[in-house]
Every structure is written in C-alpha cells, then in structure tokens.
C-alpha cells in the first residue's frame, strides 16, 4: 500500500565550517521552484543562529538542538524527519515536496546517511537524491589537511561544489586532493544563474546508498575543537571590532575555525550586522534592519582549536563581553580519531 505514495526527495547539503552551506540554501531556497522545502538545520556551535537567517515560504524550517549529528545528535535526525513527515501527513504543518538537511560544518555525513538509510519508515518515504558538499576554494586545502571532517564530506558526495571561486581560484593542488579522495563526484564550480536548485535535486538516486557500508560507519573527527559563546553588553564601533577579530584572524587563524554573530555597533545604530569569518578570512557582514528573534543581544558564537575563552573575552574587553551559553555536556564527540589516509576507503571501496 505504502508504494503508492510517492517518496519525498531528501538532500544532504554539507561542507566544512564556513564553506557557504547557509549562504547557498538560502539561494536555493529563493528560487521559485524550491517552494514547498522543509530545512533541517543542525550547527556545531552552542548556539544556533543559522536558522535565523534562512528563509523559507511557510517556515518550514527546523533548528536541530546543537551538537555533532554524526554521534550525539545522530537519532535526532531520524525523530525530526519522522515527525515532519507525521505532521505533513496529518495536515498539521504545511505540505512540503522536498527536505533538506543542511549539516553541521563538523559533521560527517556517512553516520547520519547510514542512519536515515536503515530506519524502515523513513527508507519507505524518502528518495534520497544526493549529497552535495561545499568546498571552500579559500580554506578548504588547509581544512581537508587538518581536518578529518572535512575529508569525509569530501568522500561522500554525490557532488563537489567549489564555493569562494570569486575570491580564490581553487589551487591545482586542492582539486587533485578532493579527486583522490573522490573520484566519482563531479567538481562544479558554483553556478550564479538560477540553476542551483538543480544541483540539490537533479541527481538521481544517492551515490552513498549505492555503496553503503554493511555498518554504522565510524565518525570521523578532529580532537581539540571547542566552540563557546560570548555576548556584548556595549556596542562597539565596527572599526574595533573589526581590529579585534581582525588581530585574532591572523595571529590564531589556522585555530579560529569559525567565528559568527549577530552585532548592533554603536556606529550604525539600527542595524545588525551579521558578521562571519572562517579561519584567515573575515567577510563582508550582511546587514538586518532588525533583530532575527526576540533576543537583541550581540552575540558571537566561536568554533576554535587551542584558543581559551579568557583569551577571546580579553581581546573583545572594550565591548564587555560575557560568556553566554555552553554547551550541555554531551557535545563532544568521543569517536576515535580517523587517520585521514583511511577516509577514502570510507564509502564505496569495500
Ligand atoms: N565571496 C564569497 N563569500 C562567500 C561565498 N559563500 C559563502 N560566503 C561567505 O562565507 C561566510 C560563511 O558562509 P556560510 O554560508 O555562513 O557558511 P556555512 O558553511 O553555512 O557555515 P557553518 O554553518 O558555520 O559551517 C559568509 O560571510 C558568506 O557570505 C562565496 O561563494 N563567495
């Protein structure tokens, strides 16, 4: 009977920290074509603000509680999609003809593909149509080497999408590394007319599940990665910020994986900027004529290696920083670390 009903496309939209993963759903997501798509939503850092930015027709948008989805969170995966699909079923929420889950830069996507995979009711409503992974032309050859995550995104996909082409052209070096650890995902540069919604859906059947492993694969992961919050009680002036974050970029940059926020400066009152830097690189913020959510405080949100809180809250001392949240115990991930030399045998080699 179940046969009948046609399977909802799902696509795994992944990348490491900072690759473009939001700032490209959120052009998926303005397509016309693309309305009608549920968002799943899971960040590494402790506290969510990725969500807040995405916009969709009817906010069919979830924030997954922070934390790794490849081990801690990987159940939450499986509960989420069951029950959208119950609600859209019962008429709760509004229907949707597709879902994407656009993972943490942290995770490894071959546990939480694996996971969806296996559950019997969700194997029976879902065609998995890809999994495509941002690679950052910038950062991403220094990320694939320090990183074990991002090697596995890089494993896994379906399709290789190469982000920040416009700041960087991807080196030789980078596009020979992600053939070897991939040799049958195409290498798109991304495209800037309207044919990115395509490349989430127009792929056919997951190459993963073509090759999925007989078991759980292990999470691959780096050690020494924290990320912790801070808020600022005054508003600075975008000069010192940007001389703070600035200072920290190039002094800790390999170790600064990730910075982002929401800032109000005592220069442009009215508007908040939402700031990003990933490693090296500070961006261009964005600007919002208003909060996001009832919280207008500034925050920061870091995802670091090696850099202590006492360091962070010292360097931002002239906007009164304080610590905001932190992560409930649990986040961090205790799988054994991958050698990356093994990454390429983790889907499809067997
Ligand atoms: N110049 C340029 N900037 C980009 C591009 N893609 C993303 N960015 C910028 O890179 C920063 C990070 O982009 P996000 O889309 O937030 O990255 P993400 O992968 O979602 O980040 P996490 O969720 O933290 O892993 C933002 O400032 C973006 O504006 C690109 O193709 N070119």
Redesign the pocket.
């Known amino acids: 009977m179940t046969s009948a009903v046609p399977k909802i496309p799902i696509a795994l939209l992944t990348?490491?920290?900072?690759?473009?993963?939001?700032?490209?759903?959120?052009a998926i997501l303005a397509a016309p074509d693309m309305a009608g798509t549920a968002v799943i939503?899971n960040?590494?850092?402790d506290a969510s603000l990725?969500h807040l930015?995405v916009e969709t027709v009817d906010e069919a948008i979830y924030a997954l509680p922070s934390g790794c989805l490849c081990c801690v969170r990987r159940l939450d995966i499986v509960t989420t999609v069951r029950s959208l699909l119950e609600r859209r079923d019962d008429g709760t929420i509004q229907p949707f003809d597709r879902i994407v889950i656009?993972t943490?830069?942290?995770a490894d996507p071959a546990p939480i593909l694996y996971t969806l995979a296996v559950d019997p009711m969700l194997g029976h409503r879902l065609a998995f149509s890809a999994v495509v992974t941002?690679v950052?032309?910038?950062a991403g050859g220094g990320s694939l080497e320090r990183h074990p995550e991002a090697a596995a995104q890089v494993a896994v996909a379906d399709r290789l999408l190469l982000?920040?082409?416009?700041?960087r052209a991807p080196s030789p070096d980078l596009l020979a590394r992600l053939a070897a650890l991939n040799p049958w995902a195409p290498q798109i540069t991304?495209p800037t007319d309207g044919a990115l919604a395509k490349l989430l859906f127009d792929v056919g059947l997951s190459g993963f599940l073509e090759r999925m492993p007989a078991a759980l694969p292990k999470p691959a992961h780096s050690f020494g990665i924290e990320t912790f919050s801070i808020t600022l009680r005054s508003a600075p002036t975008r000069l010192a910020f940007a001389m703070a974050l600035g200072r920290l970029a190039s002094e800790r940059g390999e170790d600064l994986l990730?910075v982002?926020g929401l800032v109000e400066f005592a220069d442009r009152p009215g508007f908040v900027g939402?700031?990003?830097?990933?490693q090296h690189?500070l961006?261009?913020?964005?600007w919002l004529d208003r909060w996001p959510d009832e919280d207008e405080r500034s925050r920061l949100?870091f995802?670091v290696r090696g850099v202590g809180l006492d360091d962070i809250l010292a360097r931002f001392a002239f906007a009164d920083p304080r610590p905001w949240q932190k992560l409930p115990p649990g986040f961090a991930c205790d799988a054994p670390p991958v050698p990356l030399a093994s990454l390429s045998a983790l889907p499809g080699d067997a």
């Open positions: 990348g490491f920290l900072g690759s473009g993963k939001t700032t490209l759903l959120k939503i960040e590494a850092g990725d930015l656009e943490s830069g942290l941002l950052d032309a910038v982000s920040k082409t416009d700041l991304l990730r982002k939402v700031m990003h830097a990933v690189t961006y261009r913020p964005q949100v995802i």
